[in-house]
């Protein structure tokens, strides 16, 4: 049976280990900026996947993604070390997408508001295309009421 409080407190511990040693002991000039966001460790505890983010254009990130590939092996020793586990999980480095997912949904949703402001605008301005009132009513007769005849 899977023990799934057990993977999460040994993922939250990697991804302290991975973002203390990303900003104090791997000092590779092609790393960039880099955020480990998350950190996901399957229910055997042998594989985690650290996902990250790096500040930058795309070059920055394909060299970021190149030191991290070369650090895999002193990363990896570094977190089985601290924590004490039998079986030291292997990483693997994943790009987080939700920086870039975000920027598209704040786009789409920006783009939709200024839809919503123009139609708003036409609906401002609009006149009806035929009467006011479109429905029958009785006609009302313009004298009193009073028979004499």
Known sequence: MVDHPRARKLADR??????????????D??????TVTDVRVTG???????????????AAREDSAAALAS?????????GRQTGVRLTPTLEFVLDAVPDTAAHLEDALRVAAQRDAEVA????????AGEIDPYRHPVEDDDDGSDEG
Do not use: C, N, W
Request: glycine content about 6%; hydrophobic content about 50%.
């Open 14 to 27: 990697i991804q302290e280990i991975v973002a203390r040693m990303l900003d104090t002991r791997i000092k």
């Open 29 to 34: 000039p092609r790393l960039g900026f880099v």
């Open 44 to 58: 055997d505890l042998q594989h985690a996947s650290v996902f990250y983010t790096v500040l930058g254009d795309e």
């Open 71 to 79: 650090a895999t092996g002193v990363i990896r020793s570094e977190v």
């Open 121 to 128: 605008a036409l609906a401002a301005s609009a006149q009806y």
